[in-house]
């Protein structure tokens, strides 16, 4: 698989929405999800990614530098990091989830 190796990322911003589903799709790829809370806000989410994942990057978007992040189990996550606050976000395509 193509592009560079990818071992850890911490995620500052995340969609509320399927996050129950994200989480269980990571896992499942073999990443490990720690959070940092402060009572009950999510603040971060740092994950540990499996040998042998793989971070391609993806032409930028308005103020978003994109990439994707490849596992060797065929799943597939899209991070996203604003330019301006260095903040990431992430999400995985719906028909994964």
């Known amino acids: 698989m ?4 990818i071992s850890e990322l911490d995620v500052h911003r995340f969609q509320g929405e399927f996050y129950v589903e994200t989480r ?25 990614f499996p040998a042998g994942t793989v971070r391609k990057e ?4 308005g103020v978003l530098d994109r990439s994707q992040v ?6 597939v996550l899209f991070v996203s990091i604003r330019r ?12 994964l989830l």
């Open 70 to 75: 490849l596992f060797e189990k065929g799943g």
């Open 58 to 61: 993806l032409l930028p978007d």
């Open 2 to 5: 193509r592009g560079t190796p």
């Open 24 to 48: 269980r799709y990571l896992e499942k790829q073999g990443c490990v999800w720690r959070e940092q809370r402060t009572g009950d806000q999510l603040e971060a989410i740092h994950l540990t």
């Open 84 to 95: 301006l606050s260095s903040e990431n976000s992430i999400s995985v395509p719906y028909v």
